[in-house]
């Protein structure tokens, strides 16, 4: 949201302003809490990595949490500049995210495994490319939320054949979590002037970035705990600090 400020990285270039005013507590940041509401989500990950790779669960795993800090890295770029190019740092790695999870939901029944992997590969590399040289308005919203509703079905049948109430307890979380958000981004969006008029702004788009935090956490979270069910690895959840849920496996000798 303009406000004639000076600022260190020049006029607006990105294509889409949230309702928080700009720079101003710093002419660095255009958007000061949507920007610093990107470093949950680095330190989830972060947390989320650790686990993966000191219990050696699969890399895709790994790469997962990497995607997550590369998109909130990539949000805090974009929203602290409000830069065209930054922008795309932000939106290519969302598509690039959720391509990743479609593999982690649909690979484990995958008949071709060489296929997918080398599809959605090409995919994102190709919308990567179109995305860097056209400006997609509302065409990069529908095409995210088809993604996006791609993946249900089988975020759903993982729900239904999971018996554990703890994993089952981090899916209602998960569905939570993005239900709230979407309606502070929904919010922020929709009723920015009359939300810009009351004496305090409730920073709907930084609350959209915490609540998607904790919901790709949660995602990860309970699609580890599927995958090690699925190679047989007695999955339980455990609780960092007695609050953040993680899982905890017992692999075979053999592997």
């Given amino acids: 949201m303009a406000d004639g400020i000076s600022s260190f990285w020049g006029p607006v270039t990105s294509t889409i302003e949230c309702c928080e005013k700009n720079y101003a507590y710093s002419s660095y940041i255009a958007e000061f809490y949507n920007t610093i509401s990107g470093l949950p989500g680095i330190l989830l990950a972060l947390i989320g990595l650790v686990n993966a790779l000191r219990q050696r669960f699969e890399k895709r795993f790994s790469i997962l949490h990497i995607s997550n800090m590369i998109l909130a890295?990539?949000?805090?770029?974009?929203?602290?500049?409000?830069?065209?190019?930054?922008?795309?740092?932000?939106?290519?790695?969302?598509?690039?995210?959720?391509?990743?999870?479609?593999?982690?939901?649909?690979?484990?029944?995958?008949?071709?495994?060489?296929?997918?992997?080398?599809?959605?590969?090409?995919?994102?590399?190709?919308?990567?490319?179109?995305?860097?040289?056209?400006?997609?308005?509302?065409?990069?919203?529908?095409?995210?939320?088809?993604?996006?509703?791609?993946?249900?079905?089988?975020?759903?049948?993982?729900?239904?054949?999971?018996?554990?109430?703890?994993?089952?307890?981090?899916?209602?979380?998960?569905?939570?979590?993005?239900?709230?958000?979407?309606?502070?981004?929904?919010?922020?969006?929709?009723?920015?002037?009359?939300?810009?008029?009351?004496?305090?702004?409730?920073q709907g788009h930084a609350l959209w970035h915490v609540f998607m935090s904790f919901n790709s956490y949660c995602a990860n979270t309970f699609l580890m705990f599927c995958r090690a069910q699925q190679r047989g690895w007695n999955p339980k959840v455990k609780y960092f600090l007695g609050v953040l849920p993680y899982v905890k496996i017992e692999k075979p000798k053999a592997q």
């Fill in 73 to 202: 890295i990539g949000s805090m770029l974009y929203h602290a500049t409000l830069q065209h190019v930054q922008q795309q740092s932000d939106e290519t790695p969302m598509v690039w995210e959720i391509l990743l999870y479609m593999y982690i939901l649909y690979s484990p029944d995958w008949h071709y495994r060489s296929t997918m992997p080398t599809f959605l590969f090409l995919y994102g590399a190709a919308f990567a490319a179109v995305h860097a040289y056209l400006r997609f308005g509302i065409a990069f919203k529908v095409h995210y939320v088809i993604l996006c509703l791609l993946c249900i079905p089988r975020m759903y049948k993982y729900y239904i054949h999971t018996e554990d109430a703890a994993a089952k307890r981090i899916a209602k979380w998960y569905v939570a979590t993005i239900l709230v958000g979407s309606v502070c981004w929904f919010c922020d969006r929709v009723f920015c002037k009359r939300i810009s008029q009351w004496p305090v702004n409730p």
